[in-house]
Antibody, heavy 119, light 110 residues
Framework: EVHLVQSGAEVKKPGESLKISCKTS????????IGWVRQMPGKGLEWMGN????????RYSPSLQGQVTISADTSTNTAYLQWSSLGASDSAMYYC????????????WGQGTKVTVSS | QSALTQPASVSGSPGQSITISCTGT?????????ISWYQQHPGEVPKLLIY???KWPSGVSNRFSGSKSGNTASLTISGLQAEDEADYYC??????????FGAGTKVTVL
């Protein structure tokens, strides 16, 4: 069975760095794109970017390019989303998701990681 | 890459059918048949309802159906039920392994 298990909730101060994770199991990690989706409080879903762990090919939403870094570790089948300097506007729920059996649709989702940035 | 346009809210009575539209551009919805729809209940993880504009993932009720014409995709919920009250999002492939979501539609069952 396929599982995506995300790291726990984080509370950070503005300017701090952060790296959240999405540990996968039950499928061949290197052969499927993993995406990250942001949901700000009370707002809709926003695609942030995708990574193909097989060759680390990474794509970002134009609106987020340079603000976050997506990476993957094939030795632990884990994808990451990181910030070098958080801002209050980064407070959101972050989901990882994969496109496993349904073409380019995200059919398997992680449980989400809530990030709160507050001074 | 702007968010796809969805109505903010749609409502209907139990048993009725409702349709949610999702309008994009010739760079996304208009070019690709790779439209997906997601249902999200408050506090829950999004759930895939439709992929490739009109296909059902395993386990999804056929009360949900999808279509596309030109730059607009649509999700129809037939036989509306109380449990269908949720937020619904469309998503389109936008080329070069990038995606764009719609702003979301809140469905209310009257």
């Amino acid at each position: 069975e396929v599982h995506l298990v995300q790291s726990g909730a984080e509370v950070k101060k503005p300017g701090e760095s952060l790296k959240i994770s999405c540990k996968t199991s039950g499928y061949i990690f290197t052969t499927y794109w993993i995406g990250w989706v942001r949901q700000m409080p009370g707002k809709g879903l926003e695609w942030m970017g995708n990574i193909y762990p097989g060759d680390s090919d990474t794509r970002y939403s134009p609106s987020l390019q340079g603000q976050v870094t997506i990476s993957a570790d094939t030795s632990t089948n884990t994808a990451y989303l990181q910030w070098s300097s958080l801002g209050a506007s980064d407070s959101a729920m972050y989901y990882c998701a994969i496109q496993l059996r349904t073409g380019d649709a995200f059919d398997i989702w992680g449980q989400g990681t809530k990030v709160t940035v507050s001074s | 890459q702007s968010a796809l346009t969805q109505p903010a809210s749609v409502s209907g009575s139990p048993g009725q059918s409702i349709t949610i539209s999702c309008t994009g551009t010739s760079s996304d919805v208009g070019t690709y048949n790779l439209i997906s729809w997601y249902q999200q209940h408050p506090g829950e993880v999004p759930k895939l309802l439709i992929y490739e504009a009109s296909k059902w993932p395993s386990g999804v009720s056929n009360r949900f159906s999808g279509s596309k014409s030109g730059n607009t995709a649509s999700l129809t919920i037939s036989g509306l039920q109380a449990e269908d009250e949720a937020d619904y999002y469309c998503c389109s492939y936008a080329g070069r392994s990038t995606f764009v979501f719609g702003a979301g539609t809140k469905v209310t069952v009257l």
